[in-house]
């Protein structure tokens, strides 16, 4: 992809009212954001309009409706964006198709108004894509290049999950979720990228895909959409991918690996926990880097990035210099507190993998000191059970581990912690309880770890208020 002079923003001629349907959400408050920066006046609705996503979009000017009532849409709603959490029966879908508006899904909205006009950096995987895509935006932004990006999460670096930028890229997190109620279709294949990032690929999203064949056909719809001249970077070391690209692929392709010596892009751990590497480009070294980052996973997301990067035109030794400047986004392995030394993490834990990966690159990086894990099942696929199996196993990096239990959970967490012996340190109904027992059972140099992906019902404020009142 070569180097491209600066654009302005991206915008429609004649700037269209908005009003977005499930507003609070990481993708849909950041097409919020795009739309108001590039000159429309947006509205919406969400069930649950709350910090910092409600303050964040209320900063920006965006009036925000609470609830999925009839009364959500205004007399001249303008264009409809439809979230995928959106459903036939919900008052102000029927609202909506009642009055005959005009409506679209929110991919399909950022594909139209949005992308035109940009090269685009689809990053997609089940799992890394949220860090991998902000440090895609941020090794643009360091050398210069003012990327847009639309991220679902909130990079360190930037602060806001989304921006248009002036530069020709514009990095996106593309997920494999469906678009809408109405486009069952995967999010990624709106965006028609110049550079197709794939990090790795596992079975997920339960409520939606039966096996983790019908996600490898969505990837491959991916992969069909990028141009002859563009790239598909692709993990070397995954074998779900590379059933993906044996099902076709059109464009020119470079792989990375932290196993394979034959692949274009290599890394060679220099420090056990991942915090320094050597990076070797067709089994050449070509630059080390010291970063703030820990696991394996991560130098494996950074080296996508790399690749990717280089394939958009950036000088590899800029590239290279911009990592040790990289801050992760929220929650991933975030550190919230520290006191008397107990030092507390939130995680956005949603499978096994990640679970795994996340705890060994702790470990790696605090030696023998204790870990303790509290759980909270909250994605769909976890909440059914499908991995309950593989829990276990993910967790044996942790010295102690905590589970809340929910009304609704598709499983039982007696047998499923059963396998852990010792480490399982107990299994809570509500938050208020969980937080009382690991105020009894911490010790100075604890490593404390929140794993969810969803709001884990205030633990991380109550653990916060406790370690203030301990130290």
């Known amino acids: 992809m070569p180097a491209s002079p600066l654009l302005l923003p991206i915008m429609s001629a004649a700037p269209q009212p908005l009003t977005i349907l499930g507003i609070c959400g990481t993708f849909m408050g950041g097409l919020a954001a795009l739309a108001r920066e590039a000159g429309h006046p947006v509205g919406g609705c969400d069930a649950a309009v709350y910090p910092p996503m ?43 198709l009642q009055r005959r508006l005009a409506y679209v899904s929110g991919p399909e909205w950022l594909a139209r108004e949005i992308l035109p006009g940009r090269r685009t950096v689809a990053v997609a995987g089940t799992h890394g894509k949220t860090t991998t895509s902000s440090l895609l935006a941020w090794i643009f932004e360091a050398c210069g290049a003012d990327p847009g990006f639309l991220i679902g999460g909130v990079p360190g670096n930037f602060g806001v999950s989304a921006r248009l930028g002036r530069g020709a890229a514009f990095i996106v997190e593309a997920d494999e979720y469906d678009s809408a109620y ?23 999203h339960a409520d939606i895909y039966d096996d983790l064949g019908q996600i490898e056909r969505q990837f491959h719809h991916l ?46 751990l220099d420090q056990p926990d991942g915090s ?43 590239v ?36 795994a990966l996340t705890l060994a690159g702790l470990r790696a990086r605090v030696g023998s000191a204790r870990i303790l894990v509290a759980l909270e099942a909250r994605s769909a696929t976890m909440r059914r059970g499908v991995h309950r199996e593989a829990l276990a196993g993910s967790l044996a990096a942790a010295d102690g581990v905590y589970a809340l239990a929910r009304d609704g959970q598709g ?22 309880d969980l937080a009382a027992a690991i105020n009894r059972d911490w010790q100075p140099g604890d490593h404390i770890v929140l794993m969810s992906n969803g709001s884990f019902d205030g633990l991380s404020a109550l653990l916060r208020n406790r370690l203030e009142a301990h130290a």
């Not at 000017?61 to 409809?80: C, F, N, S």
């Not at 039982?412 to 852990?420: H, K, S, T, Y």
């Open 54 to 96: 409600s303050t964040q979009l209320e900063a920006l000017g965006i009036h925000l409706h609470e609830g999925y009532g009839a009364d959500a849409l205004t007399d001249e709603p303008g264009l409809v964006v439809v979230g995928n959490a959106m459903k036939r029966g919900m008052p102000v879908v029927e609202a909506m």
């Open 320 to 355: 290279l210099a911009a990592l040790p400047g990289f801050q992760p986004p929220r929650r991933r392995l975030e550190r919230i507190a520290s006191r008397g030394r107990i030092t507390l993490y939130d995680d956005f834990a949603h499978h096994p993998t990640a679970i």
């Open 182 to 204: 109405f486009d069952k279709r995967a999010k990624f294949v709106h965006y028609r990228p110049e550079i197709a990032l794939l990090n790795n690929l596992e079975f997920d």
């Open 411 to 432: 499983f039982d967490w007696e047998p499923v912690l059963a396998p852990l012996g010792s480490k399982r340190r107990g299994i809570h109904g509500t938050a208020i």
């Open 223 to 268: 992969v069909r959409t990028v141009p002859p001249d563009g790239w598909v970077i692709v993990n070397g070391d995954d074998a779900a991918l590379a059933r993906v690209l044996a099902q076709g692929c059109w464009s020119r392709v470079q792989r990375f690996s932290l196993e394979r010596a034959d692949a274009h892009w290599r890394a060679r």
């Open 276 to 318: 320094a590497f050597t990076v070797f480009r067709e089994g050449q070294v070509v630059g080390s880097v010291r970063w703030p980052l820990c696991g394996r996973h991560n130098v494996a997301n950074a080296l996508g990035a790399i690749a990717a990067a280089v394939a958009g035109g950036l000088d590899l030794a800029a």
